[in-house]
T-cell receptor, first 111, second 113 residues
Framework: QKEVEQNSGPLSVPEGAIASLNCTYS??????FFWYRQYSGKSPELIMS????GDKEDGRFTAQLNKASQYVSLLIRDSQPSDSATYLC???????????FGTGTQLKVEL | DVKVTQSSRYLVKRTGEKVFLECVQD?????MFWYRQDPGLGLRLIYF???????EKGDIPEGYSVSREKKERFSLILESASTNQTSMYLC????????????FGSGTRLTVV
């Protein structure tokens, strides 16, 4: 079982719709959770972090964390073509002392 | 604005060459990391360092070495480049061990011919 799992996609949504990206993790001791956006040929950029159960909103982005079910999700409202990218989920586990990344979900926002 | 700077955006090297990839951060971060990223394989950790002159192997250290002589600089060395080391190389840094996430450099696309 992979430590951090994501559906590779591509996930296609129409412009203006809500995109929902999901990530599950295996270590119950995980403490911090992150979403990175990576455009093709570019490096990952941190867009959201979440540390406690519940929702965290930042503009059009909402991160959701459910530690009991070991999943974290990213919602993108009013999706724009500029949101088309690969989204990486990353999890920090104290025991490992470093981030573990999922392989990413490719999002395509279509006109 | 905090920055992690990788010295080269694109690099082409010949098989057998010794290759140096440089990374500099201006955030006074203790921790620095080198990853490679390949399609379908995601980010794979090569080496990391929690302090000056310290280094630890990641998941795929074979064929690589690192140097950290100063806090702000972390170098990745390919002792004898091979074609299977053609990849995107990403440097990252963090304060603490990563609890608050990593900041990535812009990446170096290395092609070994």
């Amino acid at each position: 079982q992979k430590e951090v799992e994501q559906n590779s996609g591509p996930l296609s949504v129409p412009e203006g719709a809500i995109a929902s990206l999901n990530c599950t993790y295996s270590d119950r001791g995980s403490q911090s959770f992150f979403w990175y956006r990576q455009y093709s040929g570019k490096s990952p950029e941190l867009i959201m972090s979440i540390y406690s159960n519940g929702d965290k909103e930042d503009g059009r982005f909402t991160a959701q964390l459910n530690k009991a079910s070991q999943y974290v999700s990213l919602l993108i409202r009013d999706s724009q073509p500029s949101d088309s990218a690969t989204y990486l989920c990353a999890v920090f586990t104290g025991g490992g002392n470093k981030l573990t990344f999922g392989t990413g979900t490719q999002l395509k926002v279509e006109l | 604005d905090v920055k992690v700077t990788q010295s080269s955006r694109y690099l082409v090297k010949r098989t057998g060459e010794k290759v140096f990839l440089e990374c500099v951060q201006d955030m006074d971060h203790e921790n620095m990391f080198w990853y490679r990223q390949d399609p379908g394989l995601g980010l794979r950790l090569i080496y990391f360092s929690y302090d000056v002159k310290m280094k630890e192997k990641g998941d795929i250290p074979e064929g690589y070495s690192v140097s950290r002589e100063k806090k702000e600089r972390f170098s990745l060395i390919l002792e004898s480049a091979s074609t299977n080391q053609t990849s995107m190389y990403l440097c990252a840094s963090s304060v603490g061990r990563g609890r608050n996430g990593y900041t990535f450099g812009s990446g170096t696309r290395l092609t070994v011919v």
